[in-house]
């Protein structure tokens, strides 16, 4: 069964401190990796993907993802955390061989940055 | 706002009643998903239409659960006979149809809660 992992219900830094929230992934063939997130009263907003190609990922907001082959992850990442950054955080694959888009959502991580 | 509409924002209805949902994709997109989230979860797929085809369906849209895109523009989720289990966030996305990894555009979601 294909499945994302996030194993930090929440995580705290401090503003100005670089951050990461995790996760790992489970699929038969090459993944296609998504990081999402959501603001209170808000719906999901796209970060950013991993389809293939560099390992490291540029996406909105300054963030960042890395893919792992090896350890299966793919980390969300950003050098300087801020205030505004406090949300919920969605790390999905698509499954292999899907005929559509249609995403499996990890349980999500809450980002709290502290000022 | 040209984003993903969703209507209403809240819903409170008694066990038994039938509920509907709607959601007004953004106009140029041919697809369109609809997901529950519940508290602690990250989205749950549950249907997927391109145009006005509902092409796939999860296990978890039982009996009572029906979905509807007649024009191939606004979406309506019915419940009927709802139950407390189907309390939950109903949250539609769509996107454009030009490749399976395309980023999805959610909406603010339906809240439901069934006393």
């Avoid at chain 1, 061989?97 to 995403?103: D, I, Q, R």
């Amino acid at each position: 069964a294909q499945s994302v992992a996030q194993p930090e219900d929440q995580v705290n830094v401090a503003e100005g401190n670089p951050l990461t929230v995790k996760c790992t992934y489970s699929v038969s063939g090459n993944p296609y990796l998504f990081w999402y997130v959501q603001y209170p009263n808000r719906g999901l907003q796209f970060l950013l993907k991993y389809i293939t190609g560099d390992n490291l990922v540029k996406g909105s907001y300054g963030f960042e993802a890395e893919f792992n082959k090896s350890q299966t992850s793919f980390h969300l990442k950003k050098p300087s955390a801020l205030v505004s950054d406090s949300a919920l955080y969605f790390c999905a694959v698509r499954p292999y061989g899907g005929a559509t888009n249609k995403l499996i959502f990890g349980t999500g991580t809450l980002l709290a940055v502290q000022p | 706002d040209t984003g993903v509409s969703q209507n209403p924002r809240h819903k409170i209805t008694k066990r038994g009643q039938n509920v509907t949902f709607r959601c007004d994709p953004i106009s140029e997109h041919n697809r369109l998903y609809w997901y529950r989230q519940t508290l602690g979860q990250g989205p749950e797929f549950l249907t997927y239409f391109q145009n006005e085809a509902q092409l796939e369906k999860s296990r978890l849209l039982s009996d009572r659960f029906s979905a509807e895109r007649p024009k191939g523009s606004f979406s309506t989720l019915e419940i009927q006979r709802t139950e407390q289990g189907d309390s939950a966030m109903y949250l539609c996305a769509s996107s454009l149809d030009r490749d399976l990894n395309e980023k999805l555009f959610f909406g603010s979601g339906t809240q439901l809660s069934v006393l």
